[in-house]
């Protein structure tokens, strides 16, 4: 090698670098570079780590989400769906937030259920309030945690309600299927429930023989334990109270008025005041299809009704919007719609709406 000559004012001599030479630095680089990566890996290691050890759930609040479902079990069937309504989105978008962290194992499955089980209760208020696109959009929500968790309780509960919202909608077919298909793999709970939900959409689309099986396999199953998370249960009251709903659809009036009166003997003094308006609605629908039928006190029934839920209910509710049906029903007939009570309930199911909607309710 023939050494650099130096050019004025250069300095010293440069050396030519080596090719081992630059081996050895091209080495030392890669050296440095993959130290460098390695800390950082590390580094975001440890900060995974650590999410993951936060992401475990403060035991106080997840106690306390459990204690706020026990207590909606209690208290859903008396009190006034406005005031229930805050508590229960805050406490459902609380379980939510919980389960958008890093929570794992047996903890993940534990919100799951919870957040499942708060967003049953938000769909049934929708539904209870009237509204059925957001009962619909929690329901599906609430059914996404029941397969979740693996809770055949919660999943029932879902289908139950669905149906439910199926029938109020007047697709009956619809009504059935659910919960027909939810009934093999059902909690015993929700089995009475599912047995009258389909009972119900038979009676009312005349299929008799089907709704009297269904009816005869929702009486075999009356719920006789503590009621649990979901829709109230088929105890021996409510069986009473769907025995006249469903014979009531039937045109069966003389026997469901019996069923109806007994219902409303044990509703008596609880403060379930949705179940004791849904019975004198039944108990309006047996008057009007009795062998000799009762106007008047169809339309008295249905006028209690509505004041059993005033101040409880939104104007367009479930029972508003079934009282309209029966007076609908009433005023079909000419002489009946000249009755004193007839139109008083025409007064009860109008004043507070300019229009009635067109077409049947139920």
């Not at 390695?38 to 650590?50: E, F, K, W, Y």
């Not at 829709?231 to 009531?248: H, R, T």
């Not at 179940?275 to 339309?299: N, V």
């Amino acid at each position: 090698m023939v050494p650099a000559q130096a050019e004025p004012g250069s300095g010293p001599p440069r050396e030519e670098v080596s090719p081992s030479r630059r081996r050895d630095l091209l080495g030392t680089g890669i050296l440095l570079a993959a130290s460098t990566a390695t800390t950082g890996a590390t580094s975001r290691a440890a900060q995974i780590s650590r999410a993951i050890a936060a992401s475990t759930p403060d035991p106080l609040s997840v106690a306390q989400l459990h204690q706020g479902i026990q207590r909606l079990t209690r208290i859903y069937s008396t009190t006034p769906h406005a005031d229930l309504l805050g508590p229960v989105e805050q406490a459902w978008d609380d379980a939510e937030a919980r389960l958008e962290t890093r929570v794992t194992g047996t903890d993940r499955r534990d919100l799951e259920l919870l957040a499942g089980q708060y967003a049953f209760y938000r769909g049934r208020l929708a539904f209870d309030m009237g509204d059925d696109d957001g009962a619909l959009t929690f329901f599906v929500l609430a059914a996404q945690h029941a397969q979740a968790a693996g809770n055949p309780l919660l999943a029932g509960s879902v289908a139950a309600m669905r149906s439910a919202v199926a029938f109020f909608a007047r697709e009956f077919e619809t009504a059935a299927d659910i919960a027909a298909q939810a009934q093999p793999q059902a909690h015993p709970y929700i089995v009475p429930l599912l047995a009258c939900a389909q009972a119900r959409a038979y009676a009312i689309t005349s299929r008799e023989d089907e709704a009297l099986t269904a009816l005869r396999t929702m009486n075999d199953h009356v719920w006789t334990g503590n009621r649990l998370p979901g829709p109230s249960p088929i105890d021996e009251e409510s069986s009473e109270a769907f025995n006249a709903v469903v014979l009531g659809y039937l045109g069966k009036g003389d026997e469901a008025e019996p069923h109806a009166r007994a219902s409303l003997a044990m509703l008596s003094g609880t403060g379930r005041y949705v179940s004791t308006a849904g019975t004198h609605l039944a108990l309006a629908r047996a008057f009007i299809h009795r062998t000799h039928p009762d106007p008047e006190q169809a339309a008295t029934a249905a006028s209690d009704a509505l004041m059993i839920v005033d101040g409880k209910e939104v104007t367009n509710g479930p029972t508003f919007n079934r009282a309209a049906g029966i007076w609908r029903t009433l005023a079909r007939n000419e002489e009946w719609a000249r009755l004193e009570p007839v139109r008083d309930l025409g007064e009860q199911v109008s004043s507070e709406r300019r229009a009635l909607p067109a077409g049947p309710t139920i």
